[in-house]
């Protein structure tokens, strides 16, 4: 059984992967209207992603005997002032969503709570891709620059960001 405080901790989780769902589908529809096809393919992506960890949350809470609560989302942000902003934005969240989780372990650690513990590992070792995916597309504007084509070639390129272990 899950204590109130870790249920709790689970419930606002749960909340933030839905958040970083609809923020990631929000800036695939603004890389797609903006002409940036590969990236908008990457933040679908990214989007089904973390709709998948609200719902791996969801399931441990409710298979614990708590009670998942399905949340409520609004303002999310629809205008990006540039591309690159895009993806600083993403890889803020990314660190935060680390930082939850770690917050969340600090918590099943000082109640003895091993169970929760070994769950989050799963997300602990997902967070670490994610940063690692983050930093690298931000990295292609750093190298490939932005000017004449540039942005053009860093979309390309985004296409081919993957992580290997
Ligand atoms: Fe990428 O945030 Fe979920 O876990």
Known sequence: LLSTEIENLL???????????SLYLS????CDRNGYDYSAEYFYKQSDEERHHQM???????????????????????????????FEDALEAEIAITQSFKNIAAKCHKEQDYVTLE???????EQRE?????????????VIGEEGTGRWEIDKHVKKISYSE
């Open 119 to 125: 769950f989050l590992n799963w997300f602990f070792k």
């Open 130 to 142: 994610e940063e690692y995916k983050a930093r690298r597309a931000l990295e292609l504007f750093d």
């Open 11 to 21: 419930n606002q989780q749960i909340k933030k992967e839905a958040i970083s769902a």
């Open 56 to 86: 791996k949350i969801f399931h441990y809470v409710a298979d614990m005997g708590g009670t998942a609560i399905s949340p409520e989302i609004s303002n999310i942000k629809v205008e990006f002032s540039s591309f690159r902003e895009v």
């Open 27 to 30: 800036m695939a529809s603004w």
